[in-house]
Antibody, heavy 117, light 110 residues
Framework: EVQLVESGGGLVQPGGSLRLSCAAS????????MNWVRQAPGKGLEWVAS????????YCVDSVKGRFTISRDNAKNSLYLQMNSLRAEDTAVYYC??????????WGQGNLVTVSS | QSALTQPPSASGSPGQSVTISCTGT?????????VSWYQQHPGKAPKLMIY???KRPSGVPDRFSGSKSGNTASLTVSGLQAEDEADYYC??????????FGGGTKVTVL
């Protein structure tokens, strides 16, 4: 069974940093693109970033470019999102999602990040 | 990239059908057959219901079907059941390894 478990969220002040982690199990992690998708409170879903199986290619939405970095450690079956220069509008539940067939096939339970002073 | 356009709400009685539209542009929905649909119950993670316009993952009832015409994709839920009441989101590949979601549609079973 595919399992994705996010951690590392919490309350952070504007301008601060946070690193999210996603522990994967139940599948061959190194064989899949992985993604971060977020959902602001009461709002819709927003794709944040994607990373290739071997970490050689990374893509992100314009609103986080230069502030967020997606990475992975295939030896640890883990996905990461380093978030710097956080803003109030980054407040959201962050989901890690496994890619398959050009879709977000499996999702974690989500981790809340709150940016507030 | 701009978000895809979905109606904010849709409804139907048990046993009826409801169809949700998802309108984009030739740069996303119209340009690729990589449209997917997600169901989200309150407080839960999204769940993939349809991928590649019309394919269903294992375990998704065949009451759920997808289609696409031009720049608009659609999700139809036939034989509505109480457990189908949820938010539904469409998503499309938008080129250059970017993705875009719709704003979501709240489906109510009357």
């Amino acid at each position: 069974e595919v399992q994705l478990v996010e951690s590392g969220g919490g309350l952070v002040q504007p301008g601060g940093s946070l690193r999210l982690s996603c522990a994967a199990s139940g599948f061959t992690f190194s064989s899949y693109w992985m993604n971060w998708v977020r959902q602001a409170p009461g709002k819709g879903l927003e794709w944040v970033a994607s990373i290739k199986e071997d970490g050689s290619e990374k893509y992100c939405v314009d609103s986080v470019k230069g502030r967020f970095t997606i990475s992975r450690d295939n030896a640890k079956n883990s996905l990461y999102l380093q978030m710097n220069s956080l803003r109030a509008e980054d407040t959201a539940v962050y989901y890690c999602a496994r890619d398959s067939n050009w879709a977000f096939y499996s999702w974690g339970q989500g981790n809340l990040v709150t940016v507030s002073s | 990239q701009s978000a895809l356009t979905q109606p904010p709400s849709a409804s139907g009685s048990p046993g009826q059908s409801v169809t949700i539209s998802c309108t984009g542009t030739s740069s996303d929905v119209g340009g690729y057959n990589h449209v997917s649909w997600y169901q989200q119950h309150p407080g839960k993670a999204p769940k993939l219901m349809i991928y590649e316009v019309s394919k269903r993952p294992s375990g998704v009832p065949d009451r759920f079907s997808g289609s696409k015409s031009g720049n608009t994709a659609s999700l139809t839920v036939s034989g509505l059941q109480a457990e189908d009441e949820a938010d539904y989101y469409c998503s499309s590949y938008a080129g250059s390894l970017h993705w875009v979601f719709g704003g979501g549609t709240k489906v109510t079973v009357l």
